[in-house]
């Protein structure tokens, strides 16, 4: 440090260098000293007050040694201004953390935005819309430093032009009491300079006045059909309020399930019949809409991207609302038409457009319903892109889990159907299954082990239930499919090295519990079994299990009673006044 300073030009750092010497030179003198006194006591005197020692160990050092001067310079004039530039740091990294864990607040936020600006537009704000500015999304770290700066300087401006506005005031009151004459002047000649700040209040009371006289507009046919017609002529402005128009039927409270929501919107429509052809004309168009203003290259789509982003919203929001099974079936068979669009937006608009989606797959009731919304589900995973197809991947099978809970004749079609979709959905992409069918078995294979572990009676029930059995069916049933298609070479990449895991999760399963009670649960796990080995052209020895139940002594006994008919499809488990029945055994052995 010396030598590099001391040949420097500069005067200053030779005379900092010299500094640095002096202080050397006497740190080194001391030094010495103290080990000379150490001698002479004899180390008597190596122990130092407690308070010394507490110094020593706070600094990190063998010896206590004071601050240097530059150092207490550093924390005189630096070290504040350091700590708060670091806090800010660390309040900027906070609202990172914060955003990625509050991710569907911030979902309902941007719609709630989307909604309000649509309204705006319509309104006369000519904000929205606006085609010369776009929203960009900055997801580097440095970006969002930058912004959080900005935002403080923003801050910082506006508090200061406040202190300027009221000083300000002050100086016209003062001038009022102590010059009276020169403020009547000023009134004479120029008023404006004496009502500083009053503007804005005027305009806004104007405003507000202009608005309370206004209402709600009775939305009618004839309306609509005219804001098609300028749409369909290229006025982007009707097509704006077309969507306004459509954004008030899908939050209106006429055919949803949610009512007294967005009290705010513009129009109010006139009845059933204008509702219906409001809907059905925006489902209809605006796909043609969409593509007549981005043209055939998508040049103009900056300038559509907000309205299209739009529909998406108020789309969920309908399709997660809708009471009515016609209406809710409309939509959902011309949202198809529109997924292409999804793959320009941000993902978040993907997102919440597949969770409404996947809800009505999962929980409607209506056959008809599911498979529609399984068709979108099936077009947003091969037309978003990549890694959006995670997300249906998973969102399917975790919805399907959850309705399986219960299998029973008033269930049994539903379940069958949705691992159908789940199967079909997983064979699109069989690389992309090989990782969530891995993930999947794996815990189910955990599970397994957990209860041979424990041998408690609620590890018995998380293996022995409805929703185990029926994920190892949805398994079985697309390795079977998987091998019968690959057989005929329609597949290059092969899920058949999940077969041995699957299977090995099967045996150790009906050999959990080997009691007579469980006797349906068996033959429906020999059943999952057989499937995979007839389409595989494997071999996997189940007769162990089969001998077993044909050598059990409840079926060789004399029967008690002739009992209700037990379907073994249904069923995992059979009571013991069910077993001693004829029908038990009779059915048992017929299954086999």
Excluded at 457 to 470: C, G, M, P, R, T
Excluded at 516 to 531: E, G, Q, S, T
Aim: proline content about 2%.
């Amino acid at each position: 440090f010396f030598f590099f300073f001391f040949f420097q030009q500069n005067r200053e750092n030779r005379l900092q260098s010299f500094r640095f010497l002096l202080l050397f030179f006497d740190w080194i003198d001391r030094d010495r000293n103290m080990a000379v006194g150490n001698k002479k006591s004899g180390g008597k005197s190596g122990g130092k007050s407690g308070k010394d020692e507490k110094q020593r160990r706070f600094a990190g050092h063998s010896t206590y040694h004071k601050d240097s001067k530059r150092t207490k310079k550093f924390k005189n004039k630096h070290l504040q201004e350091e700590i708060e530039k670091r806090k800010k740091i660390q309040l900027i990294k906070g609202r990172q953390k914060k955003r990625s864990t509050e991710e569907e607040s911030e979902e309902e936020e941007e719609e709630i935005e989307e909604e309000d600006e649509l309204s705006k537009e319509y309104k006369g704000d000519e904000k929205y819309l606006n085609e010369d500015e776009e929203d960009e999304e900055e997801d580097d770290e440095g970006e969002e430093e930058d912004d959080g700066e900005l935002e403080g300087e923003e801050e910082e401006e506006e508090e200061a032009a406040s202190e300027d506005f009221a000083k300000h005031k002050k100086e016209l009151e003062e001038l009022k009491k102590n010059d009276p004459d020169f403020v009547k002047f000023l009134e004479e000649n120029d008023s404006s300079l004496l009502e500083f700040g009053n503007e804005d209040g005027e305009d806004q009371n104007e405003d507000d006045d202009e608005n309370e006289g206004e209402g709600k507009k009775v939305l009618t046919n004839s309306m609509i059909n005219s804001m098609l017609k300028g749409a369909k002529n290229g006025d982007k402005n009707q097509l704006k309020r077309l969507m306004v128009a459509f954004r008030c039927g899908c939050f209106s409270t006429q055919g949803t399930t949610k009512t007294g929501q967005h009290a705010e919107l513009p129009f109010e429509i006139a009845g059933d019949k204008t509702f219906a052809h409001l809907m059905s004309t925006g489902l209809k168009n605006f796909n043609y809409l969409f593509q007549l203003f981005t043209g055939s290259s998508n040049q103009n789509w900056s300038k559509i991207e907000k309205v299209v982003k739009a529909f998406f919203l108020n789309v969920s929001h309908y399709i997660a609302t809708c009471a009515s099974n016609d209406a809710l079936l409309l939509a959902l068979n011309q949202l198809e038409s529109y997924i292409t669009w999804l793959s320009k937006l941000n993902s978040k608009i993907s997102k919440k457009l597949l969770k409404s989606v996947l809800d009505r797959w999962s929980e409607h009731p209506d056959l008809d319903v599911k498979a529609s919304a399984f068709r979108n589900i099936r077009e947003m995973a091969l037309k978003v892109p990549f890694p959006f197809a995670n997300s249906c991947y998973k969102g399917v099978y975790l919805n399907y889990v959850r309705e399986s809970k219960f299998f029973n004749p008033s269930t049994t079609q539903k379940i069958e159907f949705m691992a159908d979709c789940v199967v079909e959905l997983y064979l699109l992409d069989p690389i992309l299954a090989y990782q969530h069918a891995f993930v999947y078995i794996r815990q189910l294979a955990i599970h397994l082990r957990n209860f041979i572990q424990t041998q408690t009676k609620e590890a018995l029930s998380h293996v022995y239930s409805w929703q185990f059995i029926n994920s190892i069916r949805v398994w079985s049933n697309l390795l079977s499919r998987h091998a019968s298609s690959a057989s005929l070479g329609k597949e290059k990449v092969s899920l058949n090295q999940l077969m041995f895991p699957l299977v090995q999760v099967i045996l150790g399963t009906i050999r959990a519990n080997g009691s007579p009670r469980y006797y349906p649960l068996r033959f429906i796990c020999i059943d999952f079994i057989n499937n995979i080995v007839a389409s595989s052209q494997s071999l996997v020895n189940t007769s162990s299990f089969i001998l077993e139940v044909l050598a059990c002594a409840d079926l060789k006994k004399k029967a008690k009673g002739v009992g209700n008919r037990l379907n073994f499809e249904l069923h995992l488990k059979a009571s013991k006044s069910q077993r001693a029945s004829s029908t038990f055994q009779v059915t048992s052995k017929t299954f086999l």
